[in-house]
């Protein structure tokens, strides 16, 4: 049996966008009101869902499935900042603490829950 944690206690707003800022890059505050590309090791409050005429709505919770860059994360709760290429990682410390709830290795792609 498979199970599905699509929709759980999702949570978005929309923020004004930096240039670079794609759909499904982790996103920091750059500004107020303002979400931006992270250089590796940042901490994110989220990520970018949709970005068009400078606004990106942005996933503050729930359910994502993400990129990992690095080794493979194990489920549990995990600290995390961002990876180079729009990719997360796993931090020792700092960061942002997630619940992972599924990894895909071959596809190099963690479900985590913000």
Known sequence: MEYSFDGFSEK????AAKD?????MPVKM?????????AAGDAF??????VR???AAV????YVRLPYGGSAPAVGWQNF????????QTAATGGRS????????????????L
């Open 30 to 38: 750059a500004a107020n009101g303002t979400v931006g590309v992270c």
């Open 81 to 88: 900042t961002a990876a180079d290429g729009g990719k997360v």
């Open 98 to 113: 997630l619940l992972v709830v599924d990894v895909d290795e071959a596809a190099g792609i963690c479900g985590v829950i």
């Open 20 to 24: 670079g800022v794609v759909p499904g």
């Open 53 to 55: 005429c400078g606004s």
């Open 45 to 50: 409050c989220g990520v970018a869902l949709n």
């Open 59 to 62: 996933q503050l919770g729930g």
């Open 12 to 15: 978005a707003a929309t923020f």
